[in-house]
T-cell receptor
């Protein structure tokens, strides 16, 4: 079983819709969770970090964490074509070790 | 532009060359990282420096040699690389604690001839 799993997509949504990206992880002791956005040919850019169960909102982005289910999600409201990118879920599995999922490619059509 | 600066942005080298990748941050972060990313794959951790000491080496071949001259600088020395080492090399930094997010530089795209 992979440590961090994501659906590779692509996830296609129309402009203005809500995009829902999901991630599961295997290490029950994980405490820190991050979402990164990566445009093609560019480096990962931090979008959200979440450490406690529940929701965390930042602008159009909401991260959701459920440690009992070992599940993290990212919601993007009012999706824009500029949101089209690969979204990487990252989980801290050791003191400084970050493990990335394979990423979900999001396509937002005008 | 990011607050983690990597040079060069692109590098083409032969298998017998020696070159170095450089990374610099001025955010006062005490942990710095090297990752390797192949096309359509996630970043893979190579090395972690914490307070200028090597804390994690993910069994990386010795043809990759990291160096941390001070808390703001991180180098990756390359020697006798193989074509399969062609990839995007990413540097990241964090404040130090494991809970702190890592911030990435723009990367160096390396091609081995």
């Amino acid at each position: 079983q992979k440590e961090v799993e994501q659906n590779s997509g692509p996830l296609s949504v129309p402009e203005g819709a809500i995009a829902s990206l999901n991630c599961t992880y295997s290490d029950r002791g994980s405490q820190s969770f991050f979402w990164y956005r990566q445009y093609s040919g560019k480096s990962p850019e931090l979008i959200m970090s979440i450490y406690s169960n529940g929701d965390k909102e930042d602008g159009r982005f909401t991260a959701q964490l459920n440690k009992a289910s070992q599940y993290v999600s990212l919601l993007i409201r009012d999706s824009q074509p500029s949101d089209s990118a690969t979204y990487l879920c990252a989980v801290r599995t050791g003191f400084q070790k970050l493990v990335f999922g394979t990423g979900t490619r999001l396509l937002v059509s005008p | 532009d990011t607050e983690v600066t990597q040079t060069p942005k692109h590098l083409v080298m032969g298998m017998t060359n020696k070159k170095s990748l450089k990374c610099e941050q001025h955010m006062g972060h005490r942990a710095m990282y090297w990752y390797k990313q192949k096309a359509k794959k996630p970043p893979e951790l190579m090395f972690v420096y914490s307070y200028e000491k090597l804390s994690i080496n993910e069994s990386v071949p010795s043809r990759f040699s990291p160096e941390c001259p001070n808390s703001s600088l991180l180098n990756l020395h390359l020697h006798a690389l193989q074509p399969e080492d062609s990839a995007l090399y990413l540097c990241a930094s964090s404040q130090g604690g494991g809970n702190q997010p890592q911030h990435f530089g723009d990367g160096t795209r390396l091609s081995i001839l």
